[in-house]
Protein backbone atom coordinates (compact mmCIF):
# COMPACT_ATOMS: atom_id res chain seq x y z
CA UNK A 1 0.00 0.00 0.00
CA UNK A 2 0.97 3.72 0.23
CA UNK A 3 0.10 6.95 1.98
CA UNK A 4 0.28 10.74 1.22
CA UNK A 5 0.34 12.89 4.37
CA UNK A 6 0.92 16.94 4.45
CA UNK A 7 3.45 18.47 6.41
CA UNK A 8 4.41 22.03 7.58
CA UNK A 9 7.21 23.36 5.49
CA UNK A 10 8.37 25.15 8.15
CA UNK A 11 7.23 23.91 11.55
CA UNK A 12 8.94 26.34 13.98
CA UNK A 13 7.76 29.73 12.34
CA UNK A 14 4.81 29.10 10.23
CA UNK A 15 3.46 25.45 11.08
CA UNK A 16 0.26 26.17 9.16
CA UNK A 17 1.62 28.22 5.98
CA UNK A 18 3.12 25.69 3.27
CA UNK A 19 3.54 22.36 3.33
CA UNK A 20 5.08 19.58 1.59
CA UNK A 21 3.51 16.17 0.12
CA UNK A 22 5.75 13.05 2.57
CA UNK A 23 4.96 9.94 0.41
CA UNK A 24 5.05 6.57 2.04
CA UNK A 25 4.85 2.74 1.15
CA UNK A 26 4.31 -0.08 3.09
CA UNK A 27 4.97 -3.52 2.73
CA UNK A 28 3.15 -6.62 4.46
CA UNK A 29 2.22 -10.28 3.73
CA UNK A 30 -1.17 -10.58 5.10
CA UNK A 31 -4.49 -8.39 5.26
CA UNK A 32 -3.32 -5.77 7.24
CA UNK A 33 -0.15 -4.29 8.93
CA UNK A 34 1.53 -5.85 11.96
CA UNK A 35 2.71 -4.97 15.23
CA UNK A 36 6.43 -5.51 14.27
CA UNK A 37 7.67 -2.13 11.73
CA UNK A 38 10.69 -2.15 10.08
CA UNK A 39 11.68 1.53 8.45
CA UNK A 40 13.89 1.29 5.50
CA UNK A 41 16.25 5.00 5.50
CA UNK A 42 17.95 5.76 1.69
CA UNK A 43 21.09 7.50 1.14
CA UNK A 44 22.42 9.91 -1.30
CA UNK A 45 21.79 12.56 -0.26
CA UNK A 46 19.09 12.75 -2.60
CA UNK A 47 17.84 9.13 -3.26
CA UNK A 48 14.30 8.22 -2.93
CA UNK A 49 13.04 4.64 -1.26
CA UNK A 50 12.25 3.78 -4.64
CA UNK A 51 15.14 1.48 -5.14
CA UNK A 52 14.39 -0.18 -1.76
CA UNK A 53 11.22 -1.69 -3.00
CA UNK A 54 13.00 -5.21 -3.48
CA UNK A 55 14.53 -4.77 -0.32
CA UNK A 56 11.12 -4.83 1.34
CA UNK A 57 10.39 -7.64 -0.51
CA UNK A 58 13.21 -9.39 0.64
CA UNK A 59 12.93 -8.49 4.57
CA UNK A 60 9.59 -10.09 4.40
CA UNK A 61 10.98 -12.82 3.02
CA UNK A 62 12.94 -13.25 6.23
CA UNK A 63 10.00 -12.66 8.39
CA UNK A 64 6.64 -12.16 7.21
CA UNK A 65 5.32 -11.03 10.47
CA UNK A 66 7.07 -7.56 9.71
CA UNK A 67 5.50 -4.62 7.93
CA UNK A 68 8.39 -3.08 5.95
CA UNK A 69 7.63 1.55 5.90
CA UNK A 70 9.55 3.42 2.63
CA UNK A 71 9.51 6.94 3.49
CA UNK A 72 10.31 9.47 0.39
CA UNK A 73 12.36 12.38 2.48
CA UNK A 74 11.26 15.45 1.35
CA UNK A 75 12.93 16.94 -2.03
CA UNK A 76 12.85 13.47 -3.06
CA UNK A 77 10.81 10.92 -4.89
CA UNK A 78 7.12 11.45 -4.93
CA UNK A 79 7.89 13.76 -1.39
CA UNK A 80 7.58 17.29 -3.07
CA UNK A 81 10.84 16.99 -5.14
CA UNK A 82 13.21 19.75 -5.75
CA UNK A 83 14.77 19.09 -9.07
CA UNK A 84 15.64 20.09 -12.40
CA UNK A 85 12.74 18.72 -15.26
CA UNK A 86 15.68 15.94 -15.71
CA UNK A 87 18.54 14.94 -13.63
CA UNK A 88 22.55 15.45 -14.89
CA UNK A 89 24.51 12.86 -15.87
CA UNK A 90 25.53 11.05 -12.51
CA UNK A 91 29.37 11.78 -12.60
CA UNK A 92 30.99 14.98 -12.22
CA UNK A 93 33.57 15.75 -14.95
CA UNK A 94 34.78 18.69 -16.29
CA UNK A 95 32.84 18.16 -19.58
CA UNK A 96 29.59 18.13 -18.54
CA UNK A 97 30.46 21.37 -15.64
CA UNK A 98 27.65 23.17 -18.04
CA UNK A 99 24.79 20.79 -17.62
CA UNK A 100 25.02 20.85 -14.14
CA UNK A 101 25.17 24.62 -13.89
CA UNK A 102 22.13 25.17 -15.73
CA UNK A 103 20.43 22.40 -13.36
CA UNK A 104 21.30 24.69 -10.23
CA UNK A 105 20.42 27.69 -11.38
CA UNK A 106 16.79 26.33 -12.43
CA UNK A 107 17.05 24.70 -8.55
CA UNK A 108 17.90 28.24 -7.26
CA UNK A 109 15.40 30.14 -9.53
CA UNK A 110 12.56 27.47 -8.86
CA UNK A 111 12.95 26.52 -5.32
CA UNK A 112 15.61 28.99 -3.90
CA UNK A 113 13.39 30.67 -1.02
CA UNK A 114 12.39 27.32 0.47
CA UNK A 115 15.77 25.09 0.08
CA UNK A 116 16.57 25.65 3.63
CA UNK A 117 13.35 23.95 4.71
CA UNK A 118 14.48 21.00 2.76
CA UNK A 119 17.17 19.45 5.22
CA UNK A 120 18.06 16.58 7.50
CA UNK A 121 16.53 17.75 9.98
CA UNK A 122 12.98 18.85 8.82
CA UNK A 123 13.24 15.29 6.86
CA UNK A 124 13.68 13.63 10.53
CA UNK A 125 11.01 15.00 12.13
CA UNK A 126 8.62 13.71 9.28
CA UNK A 127 9.21 10.40 10.12
CA UNK A 128 8.98 10.96 13.80
CA UNK A 129 5.62 12.10 12.97
CA UNK A 130 4.88 9.63 10.71
CA UNK A 131 5.61 7.08 13.25
CA UNK A 132 3.61 8.38 15.96
CA UNK A 133 0.60 8.34 13.12
CA UNK A 134 1.12 4.70 12.59
CA UNK A 135 2.13 4.14 16.67
CA UNK A 136 3.25 0.27 16.23
CA UNK A 137 4.36 -0.98 19.44
CA UNK A 138 7.93 -2.25 18.05
CA UNK A 139 9.71 0.46 15.62
CA UNK A 140 12.95 -1.06 13.94
CA UNK A 141 15.37 0.86 11.44
CA UNK A 142 17.66 -0.06 8.65
CA UNK A 143 19.57 2.87 7.11
CA UNK A 144 22.00 2.68 4.79
CA UNK A 145 25.11 5.62 3.98
CA UNK A 146 23.49 8.99 3.95
CA UNK A 147 20.80 7.30 5.83
CA UNK A 148 23.05 6.48 8.87
CA UNK A 149 23.42 10.44 9.00
CA UNK A 150 19.46 11.32 8.96
CA UNK A 151 18.99 8.18 11.34
CA UNK A 152 21.40 10.13 14.32
CA UNK A 153 19.80 13.24 13.85
CA UNK A 154 16.00 11.25 14.17
CA UNK A 155 17.55 9.74 17.42
CA UNK A 156 18.24 13.11 19.23
CA UNK A 157 14.63 14.39 18.30
CA UNK A 158 12.56 14.22 21.81
CA UNK A 159 10.25 11.40 21.67
CA UNK A 160 11.75 9.83 18.82
CA UNK A 161 10.64 6.10 18.53
CA UNK A 162 13.00 2.97 17.95
CA UNK A 163 13.53 -0.53 19.47
CA UNK A 164 16.61 -1.71 17.48
CA UNK A 165 18.76 0.15 14.79
CA UNK A 166 21.14 -1.07 11.59
CA UNK A 167 23.44 1.42 10.06
CA UNK A 168 25.02 -0.07 7.19
CA UNK A 169 27.59 2.06 5.54
CA UNK A 170 27.84 4.93 8.64
CA UNK A 171 28.23 8.34 7.91
CA UNK A 172 29.06 9.87 11.43
CA UNK A 173 28.20 13.55 11.78
CA UNK A 174 30.51 16.23 11.57
CA UNK A 175 33.58 13.72 9.22
CA UNK A 176 34.90 14.84 6.35
CA UNK A 177 37.34 12.10 4.83
CA UNK A 178 39.72 11.01 1.91
CA UNK A 179 39.18 7.89 1.14
CA UNK A 180 42.36 5.17 1.14
CA UNK A 181 40.37 2.06 -0.10
CA UNK A 182 42.13 2.16 -3.97
CA UNK A 183 45.21 1.71 -1.48
CA UNK A 184 44.19 -0.92 0.36
CA UNK A 185 42.62 -2.99 -2.57
CA UNK A 186 46.19 -2.77 -3.89
CA UNK A 187 47.87 -3.60 -0.94
CA UNK A 188 45.53 -6.68 -0.81
CA UNK A 189 46.10 -7.45 -4.52
CA UNK A 190 49.68 -7.58 -3.68
CA UNK A 191 49.77 -9.93 0.00
CA UNK A 192 46.94 -12.57 -1.92
CA UNK A 193 48.36 -12.76 -5.66
CA UNK A 194 52.17 -13.60 -7.04
CA UNK A 195 50.91 -12.32 -10.28
CA UNK A 196 49.48 -8.95 -8.82
CA UNK A 197 53.19 -8.81 -6.72
CA UNK A 198 55.03 -9.37 -9.41
CA UNK A 199 53.40 -6.61 -11.69
CA UNK A 200 53.23 -3.93 -8.90
CA UNK A 201 55.82 -5.28 -6.84
CA UNK A 202 55.92 -5.97 -2.89
CA UNK A 203 54.86 -2.63 -1.65
CA UNK A 204 52.23 -1.96 -4.64
CA UNK A 205 53.39 1.68 -5.14
CA UNK A 206 53.03 1.60 -9.39
CA UNK A 207 49.20 2.73 -9.59
CA UNK A 208 50.69 6.05 -7.19
CA UNK A 209 53.02 6.57 -9.41
CA UNK A 210 51.35 5.83 -12.58
CA UNK A 211 48.73 8.48 -11.37
CA UNK A 212 51.28 11.02 -11.03
CA UNK A 213 52.84 10.65 -14.15
CA UNK A 214 49.79 11.25 -15.61
CA UNK A 215 48.77 14.11 -13.80
CA UNK A 216 52.30 15.59 -14.95
CA UNK A 217 51.91 14.08 -18.26
CA UNK A 218 54.91 12.05 -18.46
CA UNK A 219 53.33 8.63 -18.77
CA UNK A 220 54.43 6.91 -21.78
CA UNK A 221 51.00 6.30 -22.26
CA UNK A 222 49.48 8.98 -23.32
CA UNK A 223 50.15 9.10 -26.81
CA UNK A 224 48.35 6.04 -27.47
CA UNK A 225 45.34 6.68 -25.79
CA UNK A 226 43.61 9.93 -27.01
CA UNK A 227 41.06 10.12 -24.19
CA UNK A 228 44.12 10.44 -22.00
CA UNK A 229 44.82 13.77 -23.02
CA UNK A 230 41.99 15.34 -23.38
CA UNK A 231 40.38 17.89 -20.64
CA UNK A 232 39.25 15.15 -18.61
CA UNK A 233 41.78 12.46 -19.01
CA UNK A 234 42.88 12.48 -15.15
CA UNK A 235 39.10 12.63 -14.06
CA UNK A 236 38.21 9.64 -16.15
CA UNK A 237 40.83 7.65 -14.70
CA UNK A 238 40.23 8.81 -11.48
CA UNK A 239 36.52 8.02 -11.87
CA UNK A 240 37.53 4.22 -13.50
CA UNK A 241 39.69 3.73 -10.34
CA UNK A 242 36.93 4.75 -8.53
CA UNK A 243 34.54 2.00 -10.55
CA UNK A 244 37.15 -0.40 -9.75
CA UNK A 245 36.95 -0.02 -6.06
CA UNK A 246 33.38 0.59 -5.18
CA UNK A 247 31.93 -2.37 -7.54
CA UNK A 248 32.84 -5.76 -5.67
CA UNK A 249 32.75 -7.80 -8.62
CA UNK A 250 35.03 -5.64 -10.31
CA UNK A 251 37.88 -5.69 -7.72
CA UNK A 252 39.74 -8.45 -9.53
CA UNK A 253 40.53 -5.55 -12.48
CA UNK A 254 41.75 -3.23 -10.12
CA UNK A 255 45.37 -4.31 -10.68
CA UNK A 256 44.79 -5.40 -14.26
CA UNK A 257 44.06 -2.14 -15.28
CA UNK A 258 47.06 0.30 -13.66
CA UNK A 259 49.28 -2.92 -15.02
CA UNK A 260 47.83 -2.18 -18.62
CA UNK A 261 48.15 1.59 -18.12
CA UNK A 262 51.83 0.66 -17.05
CA UNK A 263 52.69 -1.67 -19.80
CA UNK A 264 51.05 0.35 -22.95
CA UNK A 265 51.84 -2.57 -25.24
CA UNK A 266 49.39 -1.49 -28.07
CA UNK A 267 47.47 -4.80 -27.25
CA UNK A 268 46.81 -3.19 -24.15
CA UNK A 269 45.80 0.44 -24.95
CA UNK A 270 43.67 -1.62 -27.07
CA UNK A 271 41.96 -3.09 -24.33
CA UNK A 272 41.70 -0.25 -22.06
CA UNK A 273 39.91 1.69 -25.14
CA UNK A 274 37.36 -1.02 -24.78
CA UNK A 275 37.42 -0.49 -21.05
CA UNK A 276 37.33 3.43 -22.02
CA UNK A 277 34.15 3.00 -24.56
CA UNK A 278 32.20 0.61 -21.43
CA UNK A 279 32.60 2.97 -18.68
CA UNK A 280 31.36 5.70 -20.90
CA UNK A 281 28.45 4.36 -21.63
CA UNK A 282 27.61 3.82 -18.08
CA UNK A 283 28.90 7.43 -16.56
CA UNK A 284 26.56 9.26 -18.83
CA UNK A 285 23.62 7.29 -16.53
CA UNK A 286 21.13 9.60 -15.56
CA UNK A 287 19.04 8.41 -12.74
CA UNK A 288 15.19 9.14 -12.95
CA UNK A 289 13.71 11.75 -10.82
CA UNK A 290 11.52 9.23 -8.85
CA UNK A 291 14.89 7.80 -7.97
CA UNK A 292 17.08 10.76 -7.22
CA UNK A 293 16.83 14.29 -6.59
CA UNK A 294 20.17 16.14 -7.51
CA UNK A 295 18.79 19.14 -6.33
CA UNK A 296 17.90 18.03 -2.90
CA UNK A 297 21.36 16.16 -3.05
CA UNK A 298 23.89 19.29 -3.78
CA UNK A 299 21.60 21.30 -0.86
CA UNK A 300 22.21 19.32 1.77
CA UNK A 301 25.72 17.94 0.54
CA UNK A 302 26.51 21.79 0.59
CA UNK A 303 24.71 22.75 3.71
CA UNK A 304 25.38 19.60 6.30
CA UNK A 305 28.33 17.37 5.45
CA UNK A 306 30.88 18.40 3.62
CA UNK A 307 31.02 22.26 4.59
CA UNK A 308 33.18 22.40 7.64
CA UNK A 309 35.70 24.62 6.03
CA UNK A 310 34.74 27.78 5.65
CA UNK A 311 34.19 29.36 1.77
CA UNK A 312 37.80 31.13 2.08
CA UNK A 313 39.85 28.17 2.51
CA UNK A 314 37.29 25.54 0.87
CA UNK A 315 38.57 24.03 -2.39
CA UNK A 316 37.59 24.77 -5.85
CA UNK A 317 35.83 21.44 -7.89
CA UNK A 318 39.29 22.32 -9.70
CA UNK A 319 41.41 22.13 -7.44
CA UNK A 320 39.44 19.15 -5.59
CA UNK A 321 40.29 17.31 -8.52
CA UNK A 322 44.38 17.32 -8.38
CA UNK A 323 44.21 16.77 -4.53
CA UNK A 324 42.13 13.83 -4.65
CA UNK A 325 44.13 12.58 -7.80
CA UNK A 326 47.10 13.16 -6.22
CA UNK A 327 46.26 11.50 -3.21
CA UNK A 328 44.81 7.92 -4.81
CA UNK A 329 41.86 8.65 -3.43
CA UNK A 330 37.91 8.16 -4.14
CA UNK A 331 36.08 11.39 -2.90
CA UNK A 332 33.23 11.25 -4.52
CA UNK A 333 31.64 13.54 -1.90
CA UNK A 334 33.92 16.10 -1.91
CA UNK A 335 33.87 16.78 -5.45
CA UNK A 336 30.18 17.58 -5.09
CA UNK A 337 30.69 19.59 -2.54
CA UNK A 338 33.18 21.32 -4.20
CA UNK A 339 31.25 21.71 -7.31
CA UNK A 340 28.67 23.63 -4.96
CA UNK A 341 30.75 25.84 -3.22
CA UNK A 342 31.82 26.98 -6.84
CA UNK A 343 28.06 28.37 -6.89
CA UNK A 344 28.36 31.25 -5.04
CA UNK A 345 24.39 31.85 -5.14
CA UNK A 346 23.44 28.45 -3.89
CA UNK A 347 21.49 29.19 -0.77
CA UNK A 348 22.89 27.52 1.90
CA UNK A 349 21.76 27.53 5.01
CA UNK A 350 22.67 27.16 8.90
CA UNK A 351 22.02 23.18 9.94
CA UNK A 352 20.79 22.96 13.77
CA UNK A 353 23.22 21.87 15.90
CA UNK A 354 22.13 17.75 16.11
CA UNK A 355 23.32 17.65 12.17
CA UNK A 356 26.88 17.84 14.29
CA UNK A 357 25.91 16.00 17.31
CA UNK A 358 26.02 12.15 17.89
CA UNK A 359 22.75 10.56 19.55
CA UNK A 360 22.51 9.19 22.77
CA UNK A 361 20.90 5.76 21.97
CA UNK A 362 18.16 4.10 24.01
CA UNK A 363 18.04 0.98 22.71
CA UNK A 364 20.58 -1.37 20.61
CA UNK A 365 22.64 -0.01 17.10
CA UNK A 366 23.92 -2.27 14.62
CA UNK A 367 27.03 -0.50 12.54
CA UNK A 368 27.45 -2.48 9.70
CA UNK A 369 30.43 -1.90 8.10
CA UNK A 370 32.57 -3.05 5.00
CA UNK A 371 36.56 -3.90 4.95
CA UNK A 372 36.57 -2.45 1.40
CA UNK A 373 34.18 0.87 1.65
CA UNK A 374 35.25 3.60 -0.63
CA UNK A 375 32.49 6.36 0.56
CA UNK A 376 32.66 5.71 4.33
CA UNK A 377 35.53 3.40 5.16
CA UNK A 378 36.19 1.49 8.36
CA UNK A 379 37.80 3.98 10.32
CA UNK A 380 34.04 5.86 10.02
CA UNK A 381 32.23 3.01 11.29
CA UNK A 382 34.77 3.37 14.56
CA UNK A 383 34.27 6.64 14.68
CA UNK A 384 30.41 6.18 14.97
CA UNK A 385 30.84 3.57 17.47
CA UNK A 386 32.08 5.38 19.85
CA UNK A 387 30.40 8.47 19.40
CA UNK A 388 27.38 6.83 20.04
CA UNK A 389 28.25 4.46 23.34
CA UNK A 390 27.60 1.80 24.98
CA UNK A 391 24.63 0.72 22.96
CA UNK A 392 26.55 0.42 19.82
CA UNK A 393 28.27 -2.34 18.47
CA UNK A 394 30.21 -2.56 15.45
CA UNK A 395 30.81 -5.16 12.96
CA UNK A 396 33.08 -5.40 10.08
CA UNK A 397 32.47 -7.22 6.94
CA UNK A 398 35.08 -8.59 4.85
CA UNK A 399 35.55 -7.58 1.56
CA UNK A 400 32.72 -5.25 1.38
CA UNK A 401 31.74 -2.80 -0.27
CA UNK A 402 29.58 0.46 0.48
CA UNK A 403 26.17 -1.52 2.03
CA UNK A 404 26.97 -4.91 3.63
CA UNK A 405 23.26 -5.85 2.53
CA UNK A 406 23.45 -6.86 -0.52
CA UNK A 407 21.51 -9.99 -2.74
CA UNK A 408 23.62 -12.60 -2.34
CA UNK A 409 25.48 -12.22 1.74
CA UNK A 410 23.65 -14.79 3.61
CA UNK A 411 26.06 -13.74 6.59
CA UNK A 412 24.81 -10.44 6.33
CA UNK A 413 21.24 -11.67 5.84
CA UNK A 414 21.66 -14.06 8.69
CA UNK A 415 22.65 -10.87 10.81
CA UNK A 416 20.17 -8.70 10.13
CA UNK A 417 17.39 -11.23 10.72
CA UNK A 418 18.21 -11.92 14.41
CA UNK A 419 18.98 -8.14 15.44
CA UNK A 420 15.62 -7.22 14.24
CA UNK A 421 13.52 -10.81 15.20
CA UNK A 422 15.05 -10.07 19.19
CA UNK A 423 14.74 -6.64 18.37
CA UNK A 424 18.85 -6.05 19.11
CA UNK A 425 18.94 -8.37 22.18
CA UNK A 426 20.99 -10.36 20.47
CA UNK A 427 23.05 -11.26 17.47
CA UNK A 428 25.25 -13.75 16.22
CA UNK A 429 28.21 -12.42 14.55
CA UNK A 430 30.85 -15.38 14.39
CA UNK A 431 30.21 -16.24 10.65
CA UNK A 432 32.18 -12.41 9.43
CA UNK A 433 35.34 -14.58 10.83
CA UNK A 434 35.01 -17.45 9.23
CA UNK A 435 35.70 -19.26 5.85
CA UNK A 436 32.26 -17.79 4.25
CA UNK A 437 34.50 -15.13 3.20
CA UNK A 438 37.70 -15.35 0.61
CA UNK A 439 39.75 -12.60 -1.14
CA UNK A 440 39.16 -11.88 -4.46
CA UNK A 441 40.82 -13.85 -7.52
CA UNK A 442 43.25 -11.25 -7.90
CA UNK A 443 44.99 -14.03 -10.24
CA UNK A 444 42.26 -13.97 -12.80
CA UNK A 445 42.60 -17.42 -12.71
CA UNK A 446 38.55 -17.85 -12.01
CA UNK A 447 35.73 -17.99 -14.57
CA UNK A 448 33.91 -15.05 -13.05
CA UNK A 449 36.94 -13.01 -12.88
CA UNK A 450 37.97 -13.91 -16.76
CA UNK A 451 34.21 -12.96 -17.58
CA UNK A 452 34.44 -9.51 -16.25
CA UNK A 453 37.81 -9.14 -17.88
CA UNK A 454 35.80 -9.93 -20.97
CA UNK A 455 33.38 -8.21 -20.60
CA UNK A 456 35.37 -4.62 -19.80
CA UNK A 457 38.47 -5.64 -21.59
CA UNK A 458 37.36 -7.45 -24.43
CA UNK A 459 39.47 -10.68 -23.48
CA UNK A 460 39.20 -13.19 -20.82
CA UNK A 461 42.94 -12.75 -19.84
CA UNK A 462 42.53 -11.12 -17.07
CA UNK A 463 46.21 -9.60 -16.98
CA UNK A 464 46.58 -9.55 -20.56
CA UNK A 465 49.81 -12.01 -20.04
CA UNK A 466 48.69 -15.80 -20.66
CA UNK A 467 47.54 -16.46 -17.80
CA UNK A 468 45.88 -19.18 -17.62
CA UNK A 469 42.69 -20.90 -15.63
CA UNK A 470 43.61 -22.55 -12.80
CA UNK A 471 43.08 -26.92 -13.01
CA UNK A 472 40.04 -26.90 -10.77
CA UNK A 473 37.78 -23.98 -12.51
CA UNK A 474 36.08 -23.77 -15.15
CA UNK A 475 37.38 -24.40 -19.17
CA UNK A 476 35.45 -21.35 -20.13
CA UNK A 477 35.06 -17.60 -19.26
CA UNK A 478 31.67 -16.49 -17.73
CA UNK A 479 29.90 -14.64 -20.49
CA UNK A 480 29.03 -11.19 -19.56
CA UNK A 481 26.75 -8.67 -20.46
CA UNK A 482 25.93 -5.78 -19.13
CA UNK A 483 23.33 -6.85 -16.59
CA UNK A 484 26.37 -8.62 -15.04
CA UNK A 485 28.67 -5.77 -15.03
CA UNK A 486 28.38 -4.91 -11.26
CA UNK A 487 27.94 -6.03 -7.74
CA UNK A 488 24.62 -8.13 -7.17
CA UNK A 489 22.05 -5.42 -6.59
CA UNK A 490 18.46 -5.82 -6.09
CA UNK A 491 15.82 -5.78 -8.58
CA UNK A 492 11.80 -5.30 -8.71
CA UNK A 493 11.24 -8.86 -8.10
CA UNK A 494 8.75 -9.99 -5.70
CA UNK A 495 10.37 -12.97 -3.30
CA UNK A 496 7.78 -15.43 -1.23
CA UNK A 497 10.09 -17.41 0.52
CA UNK A 498 8.65 -17.93 4.47
CA UNK A 499 11.11 -18.87 7.25
CA UNK A 500 10.50 -19.82 10.26
CA UNK A 501 12.82 -19.05 13.71
CA UNK A 502 14.16 -22.24 14.32
CA UNK A 503 17.71 -23.86 13.59
CA UNK A 504 16.23 -25.19 10.64
CA UNK A 505 14.45 -22.40 9.37
CA UNK A 506 17.85 -20.35 9.31
CA UNK A 507 19.60 -22.99 7.09
CA UNK A 508 16.20 -22.80 4.83
CA UNK A 509 17.17 -18.85 4.97
CA UNK A 510 20.80 -20.24 3.69
CA UNK A 511 19.63 -22.13 0.70
CA UNK A 512 16.57 -20.86 -0.35
CA UNK A 513 18.33 -16.96 -0.53
CA UNK A 514 20.84 -18.43 -2.91
CA UNK A 515 18.19 -20.42 -4.93
CA UNK A 516 16.08 -17.55 -5.58
CA UNK A 517 18.60 -14.78 -6.40
CA UNK A 518 20.78 -17.15 -8.55
CA UNK A 519 16.92 -18.03 -10.43
CA UNK A 520 15.35 -14.59 -9.84
CA UNK A 521 17.23 -11.89 -9.64
CA UNK A 522 19.86 -10.08 -11.66
CA UNK A 523 21.85 -7.03 -11.19
CA UNK A 524 21.49 -3.43 -12.19
CA UNK A 525 22.22 -2.59 -15.83
CA UNK A 526 23.46 0.67 -14.03
CA UNK A 527 26.24 0.95 -11.32
CA UNK A 528 24.92 2.47 -8.22
CA UNK A 529 26.34 5.43 -7.21
CA UNK A 530 27.53 3.47 -3.70
CA UNK A 531 30.38 3.96 -6.35
CA UNK A 532 30.76 7.68 -6.49
CA UNK A 533 28.10 10.15 -4.41
CA UNK A 534 26.20 7.93 -2.70
CA UNK A 535 26.84 8.31 0.66
Same mark, same amino acid.
Given at each position: ????????? !???????????????????????????????????????????????????????????????????????????????????????????????????????????????????????????????? $???????????????????????????????????????????????? *???????????????????????????? &?????????????????? !????????????????????????????? &? &?????????????????????????????????????????????????????????????????????????????????????????????????????????? &?????????????????????????????????????????? *????????????????????????????????????????????????? *?????????????????????????????? !??????????????????????????????? $???? $?????????? $??
Amino acid at each position: GCAYRTFPL !DRDNDPTGSTVNSFTRVFYTGESSTDEAVFLIEGGPGFSNHAFIPVADFLLSLNPGWTIYLQDHRGTGLSSPVNCAENPSFYFNPSNTTEYQSCNDYIIANYGSVMAHHNTYNAARDLKETIDIINPP $KVGIYALSYGTFFTNTYMQIPGARYDAVVLDGPLPPGKVWNSQVSNDL *TDLCVRESSVCSDAFDEMGHHPRLIMDA &LIDGSLPCLDKLPWLREE !DGVHLVRTYNNYLTATKDAHVLMGPFWHR &L &LRCTDEDAAQLNTFHAQRTAADTYRSPTYDYSYGLGINIIASELYSLATDDVALTYEQQLVVMSRMFSDGGGQYSSSFARDVSNWPRYTPPAISRNFATPTAQVLI &LIGSLDPNTQFGLGKWFERGLGDNAQMVKVPYATHGTLTATD *TCVHAMIYEFFTTWGASVNTSCTTSSYYTPPDFDGSEAPARGMSEYMFG *TADVWNNGHQLDANSTSDAVAMTSEDSCDC !DWEDEDVEVVLGSTLAGMFLLVCLVVLFFVL $KWTP $KTTDTLMSDS $KL
